[in-house]
Antibody
């Protein structure tokens, strides 16, 4: 079965950096787009970024453009999110997600999430 | 402020029917892009409930149904059960957002 396991979350000071990882299993990782989505405490879902199968196509939400970098290693079945210049408003649960990208793109599997807290 | 608007909350008694609206515009739902729905139970990650406007993944009960018309979509839950108490989000593609999908603002369903 599909499994997505995030790691790397934690407490970081404003202006700091953090790298999230997502280990994927149960499907052919290199065949699928992947995405990062976050949810601030008590708030809704925010689509942050997605990456195509070969990393050729990448999207970032305006809120993280220039600060966050998505990447993947198909040989390791892993997805990453490098987060720099973190702000208090980046505090959220970050979900790794398998992105069915086609005529109607949607998330068909979600990880359990990892909490990132930005605070001094 | 999401480009897909949902009511913050809806409620109903067990066994009743509730509906959740998802109102978009000509750059998303109205442009013909598919609408998808997710259920997020308390303290858990979201899961897909409906994909491609009206399709249920295996394992999703048939008391969940969805439709789309014009610039809006709706999710219906018939025979409401206690375990349906959750947050529900719609999602679609938006051509004004540099090539990305967007989530609705979310709706909390409370079973009275």
């Amino acid at each position: 079965q599909v499994q997505l396991v995030e790691s790397g979350g934690g407490l970081v000071k404003p202006g700091g950096s953090l790298r999230l990882s997502c280990a994927a299993s149960g499907f052919t990782f290199s065949d699928y787009y992947m995405s990062w989505i976050r949810q601030a405490p008590g708030k809704g879902l925010e689509w942050l970024s997605y990456i195509s199968t070969s990393s050729r196509f990448i999207y970032y939400a305006d809120s993280v453009e220039g600060r966050f970098t998505i990447s993947r290693d198909n040989a390791k079945n892993s997805l990453y999110l490098q987060m720099n210049s973190l702000r208090a408003e980046d505090t959220a649960v970050y979900y790794c997600a398998k992105y069915y990208y086609g005529s109607g793109s949607y998330i068909d599997y979600w990880g359990q999430g990892t909490l990132v807290t930005v605070s001094s | 402020q999401s480009v897909l608007t949902q009511p913050p909350s809806v409620s109903g008694a067990p066994g009743q029917r509730v509906t959740i609206s998802c109102t978009g515009s000509s750059s998303n739902i109205g442009a013909g892009y598919d609408v998808h729905w997710y259920q997020q139970l308390p303290g858990t990650a979201p899961k897909v409930l409906i994909y491609g406007n009206s399709n249920r993944p295996s394992g999703v009960p048939d008391r969940f149904s969805a439709s789309k018309s014009g610039t809006s979509a709706s999710l219906a839950i018939t025979g409401l059960q206690a375990e349906d108490e959750a947050d529900y989000y719609c999602q679609s593609y938006d051509s004004s957002l540099s090539g990305s999908s967007v989530f609705g603002s979310g709706t909390k369903v409370t079973v009275l």
